[in-house]
């Protein structure tokens, strides 16, 4: 699953649309938080309900680099 779409922050939480690169279901307004683990572990690992295969799952030959957490622009601090 990859995230296409986040909304509601608040804080380090958000809500994100999430599309399967398999099959192209899409998973709506799930809860997510804006961190290292989420990004880099959860997110890939997450099975898709439609055709029961994972980020993780995919052969490449170069390893993505990791992503870094990234509050909502729109929080000013």
């Known amino acids: 699953?990859?995230?296409?779409?986040t909304y509601d922050w608040q804080g380090e939480d958000f809500r994100y649309d999430?599309?399967?690169e398999h099959?192209?279901?899409?998973?709506a307004n799930q809860?997510?938080?804006d961190d290292y683990h989420f990004?880099?572990?959860a997110v890939p690992a997450m099975e898709c309900p439609n055709c029961h295969q994972s980020s993780t799952?995919?052969?490449s030959e170069?390893?993505?680099p990791p992503i870094a957490p990234e509050h909502d622009p729109n929080?000013?601090?």
């Open 18 to 20: 999430a599309e399967c």
């Open 75 to 77: 929080i000013t601090k």
């Open 1 to 5: 699953m990859k995230i296409t779409k």
């Open 31 to 33: 809860p997510g938080k």
């Open 39 to 41: 990004y880099n572990q």
């Open 23 to 27: 099959c192209g279901h899409v998973l």
């Open 57 to 59: 799952l995919q052969s």
């Open 62 to 64: 170069e390893p993505l």
